[in-house]
């Protein structure tokens, strides 16, 4: 009984932090065959935690931090903004790249990812406690010679991101694993859609 109890709870847990990929429109038939594809990652009108702003949460976080230890805000700032490259943009391509089977870095790929990240879920980690971080994101397959032509739009909604072990402190390395979840993720559902 008591094992049976222990799935069940187990099994509430996981799904908690499923993610979802769904196909929205067109079809990824026409990748079959390609060897690479570009990617373009784009932070448009993104919220951050429950749906705010984040020129509001940059703002609130600077601000809590820089009233703890002067200069503390701006550093956490400059850092919000430059993850992205550092951190979750190779960390997407990494996981893309091995899960797909399709390199993402051809410039000149006959398609082109638009990965437009939607929201952010920092999470936390204070030690006793914590929640991963979540990531949710529009993805547009377009041809690279004419982006009018959209080959196939795809949501990813709640892409969970931490550390084994529970060594994610530091926010930029728990949204760097969501990114790397989503392109496993997304990889396999390339993979899967293209042959």
């Known amino acids: 009984m008591k094992r049976l109890l222990f799935i069940v709870m187990l099994s509430f847990a996981i799904t908690g932090y499923a993610q979802k990929i769904k196909l929205v429109q067109g079809s990824l038939g026409p990748l079959k065959g390609e060897t690479a594809i570009n990617v373009e990652f784009t932070y448009d009108n993104l919220t951050v ?5 984040e020129n509001e949460y940059i703002e ?11 200069g503390k805000g ?3 700032e400059r850092n919000w903004g430059e993850d992205r490259k550092a951190r979750y943009e190779p960390k997407f391509r990494e996981l893309f790249n091995e899960h797909s089977k399709l390199s993402t870095i051809d410039e000149n790929a006959k398609y082109t ?6 929201r952010i879920e920092p999470g936390f980690n204070v030690g006793v406690a914590s929640r991963p971080a979540m990531t949710d994101a529009e993805i547009l397959i377009v041809e690279t010679a004419n982006r009018d032509n959209v080959i196939a739009k795809i949501t990813l909604i709640g892409s969970p991101g931490s550390q084994a072990f529970g060594m994610d402190f530091d926010t930029g ?11 496993k ?4 559902f390339f993979k899967k859609n293209t042959k």
């Open 49 to 53: 935690g429950k749906n705010k702003p």
């Open 60 to 70: 609130e976080k600077k601000k809590e931090y820089n009233n703890k230890e002067a």
């Open 74 to 76: 701006d550093t956490w």
């Open 113 to 118: 990812m638009v990965y437009h990240t939607t």
């Open 173 to 183: 390395v728990r949204i760097a694993e969501s990114y790397a979840k989503a392109g």
């Open 185 to 188: 993720s997304l990889g396999g």
